[in-house]
């Protein structure tokens, strides 16, 4: 069963930076797409982006593209989410999510396992 644990969310001024850090145990990680999305209160899960297997592509929402990156090491079975700029409406608590499907997806419902969450809040 794979376990994955949020970590370095808090709060920030708009501005700032913030990196979080999801640990996975269990599986193989190296063989997992690994994603992060993020819920605001009062509104629907949104996928914020991706990283493959190897680490060779990313992809981004929107409204993250620029300010978001995504990276991973395989070694430690860590993903990291490395976000600047941040706005008071990147505001949310964000998961990690793992997918062992060979297509990488945007999409929540293509992720077999989540964190827990940490929540990330952007003061104006």
């Known amino acids: 069963q794979v376990q994955l644990v949020e970590s370095g969310g808090g709060l920030v001024q708009a501005g700032g930076s913030l990196r979080l850090s999801c640990a996975a145990s269990?599986?193989?990680?190296?063989?997992?797409?690994m994603a992060w999305f993020r819920q605001s209160p009062g509104k629907d899960s949104e996928f914020v982006g991706f990283?493959?297997?190897?680490?060779?592509?990313?992809a981004y929402a929107n409204s993250v593209k620029g300010r978001f990156t995504i990276s991973r090491d395989n070694a430690k079975n860590t993903e990291y989410l490395q976000m600047n700029s941040l706005k008071p409406e990147d505001t949310a608590v964000y998961y990690c999510?793992?997918?062992?499907?060979?297509?990488?997806?945007?999409?929540?419902?293509?992720?077999?396992?989540w964190g827990q969450g940490t929540q990330v809040t952007v003061s104006s």
């Open positions: 999510a793992a997918s062992t499907y060979s297509t990488p997806s945007m999409y929540s419902r293509s992720y077999n396992y």
């Open positions: 269990g599986g193989t990680f190296s063989s997992y797409t």
């Open positions: 990283i493959t297997p190897a680490g060779r592509t990313t």
